[in-house]
């Protein structure tokens, strides 16, 4: 049968378009059990209801999309490849997007249900801030993995990620609790307001809580036309610190790959790791333990993040389930690259 409607649902369920219509919608008046038939019917032929349902024509597709931000960040890549393995064993089919830093993601998913009829959608990375009415456009089920999202946000879609207020301030605490005191911050431009201003909040909050006040200084925001979380542009912000000669003792990079950058410029400029400087890092990306020194840093359970956010699109895909919010700890892996301030 290459194309359905609710009649047909209904027929072969032995109820009501009404009753079809109800359990497409998940409203609550349905007996469960008849309610899991009809989408046990709707998955048997894998179809999906259209975004308004208001024909209740259900449509083939058996696509997720996954539509990220920060495709050099070797901490996605990682995630991409275990959700392929979890969205293959479904029996779906996957489709990767790449979205610009300053690209609007909602859009591209709008746009991409309409073109490729989507069952669902990952956001990996980036920031989302739009209302509740631009968020239901696009029309079928989507979980936001590695993004921010503040308590009490809408319930229309599900999360998973791990705090960055929390793990940042985390990581320096750490640091200051080593002695540390003129720590720099290695960050997103100044207008970020997503992962970078969060992790930068952490960084402040450390300070306060510590009851020490951050030199100004000594927060080092990216340019505006840099790729941010690349080791490109952490060795040349470091590089050009450097020539300022700020007097610091630690560097917090707010990824890994940022960190890696910033070590191979304090190597050219003769500086030890962590004899004169120590530096730490953020998302515990495998190459952290094979530069030199290896790399402290706060590692995200990235594999953790990318089944759980499968898990929960399908659990909301294939048996109507609410949407959920989870929040993972990360953990603070010690390795070469700390020392302690006497």
Known sequence: MDS??????????????ATVSRALNNHPDINPETRQKVLDVVEEYGFVPNNSA?????TDSRTIAILVK?????????????????????????ELRHVDEKTD?????????????????????????????????????????????????????????????????????????????????????????????LRLDGYLKAFADNGLKPDSKLIWHSDDS??????????????????????????YAISDTMAIGALKALREADIRVPEDISVVGYDGIEMGAFVVPELTTIKQPFELIARKTCEILFD??????????VIMDAEIVERESVGTVK
């Not at 208001?54 to 259900?58: F, G, S």
């Not at 840099?226 to 003792?249: H, P, Q, V």
């Not at 909301?316 to 919010?325: N, T, W, Y």
């Open 4 to 17: 359905i409607t609710i009649k047909d649902i209904a027929k072969i369920c032995g109820v009501g378009i």
């Open 54 to 58: 208001r024909n209740l024509k259900i």
């Open 70 to 94: 920060g495709m050099t960040n070797p901490f996605f890549m990682k995630m991409i490849g275990i959700m392929e393995e979890e969205i293959q064993a479904k029996r779906y089919s996957m």
């Open 105 to 197: 993601e909602v859009e591209v998913a709008i746009e991409l249900v309409k073109e490729k009829k989507l069952r669902g959608i990952i956001f990996l990375g980036g920031l989302i801030t739009h209302s509740t009415e631009k968020l239901e456009k696009i029309g079928v089920p989507f979980v936001l993995s590695t993004v921010p999202v503040s308590e009490g946000e809408d319930t229309t879609y599900s999360s998973v990620s791990v705090d960055d207020v929390v793990e940042s301030c985390r990581i320096v605490d750490y640091l200051i609790k080593k002695g540390h005191k003129k720590i720099a911050f290695m960050g997103a431009a100044e207008a970020d307001t997503s992962i970078g201003q």
């Open 226 to 251: 840099a790729d941010t979380y690349s080791m490109e542009n952490g060795y040349s912000i470091m590089r050009e610190k450097l020539r300022k000669k700020y007097d610091f003792t630690a560097v």
């Open 316 to 325: 909301v895909i294939r048996h109507g389930a609410e949407h959920r919010k």
